[in-house]
């Protein structure tokens, strides 16, 4: 039961050049996101990994994805690494924290695509990547270790 649970938990990562966005997600839920810097990407996602039990790490494949490629490898020795098509997250992920958070007083007036969330939202994007892996709709590719596929 321990092993097809720990299958179904990923820890996905939104790479960008100065912050990431973390979040471990099973099939039945996010069970943690955040942002952190770049640089601490690697233990960050390792000690969330480790954590929720993580078989694999996802991560997005546009910017500042190598170094942060490289990071990861460095942290998660042996844990499997998938790349997930990043294709429109940042839409998505701004649709899913208006939905999240809705707007309040005459902020709910202004159409969503003018308004601009308070914090980054680099998390919810992670959020999407683990989702595509886990449910589809995305392009996976495997990258270091053993693919799921």
Not at 24 to 41: C, D, H, M, P, Y
Not at 98 to 109: D, F, I, M, S, V
Request: proline content about 5%; some cysteine.
């Amino acid at each position: 039961m321990e092993g097809e649970q720990r299958a179904q938990v990923v820890v996905a990562v939104d790479p960008g050049r100065s912050k990431c966005g973390l979040a471990a997600v099973s099939r039945q839920g996010v069970l943690e996101k955040r942002i952190v810097e770049t640089t601490q990407v690697g233990d960050a996602a390792a000690e969330m990994a480790e954590r929720h039990g993580a078989a694999v790490m996802v991560l997005g494949s546009r910017t500042g994805h190598e170094e942060v490629r490289e990071r990861l490898e460095q942290a998660v020795a042996g844990l499997p690494i998938e790349w997930v098509e990043e294709d429109m997250t940042t839409l998505q992920a701004r649709r899913r924290y208006w939905k999240e958070n809705p707007p309040r007083g005459l902020w709910r007036l202004i159409p969503e695509g003018l308004r601009a969330p308070r914090e980054p939202i680099d998390d919810y994007a992670a959020v999407l990547l683990a989702e595509r892996y886990l449910f589809g709709g995305g392009k996976r590719e495997a990258r270091g270790g053993k693919s799921r596929s």
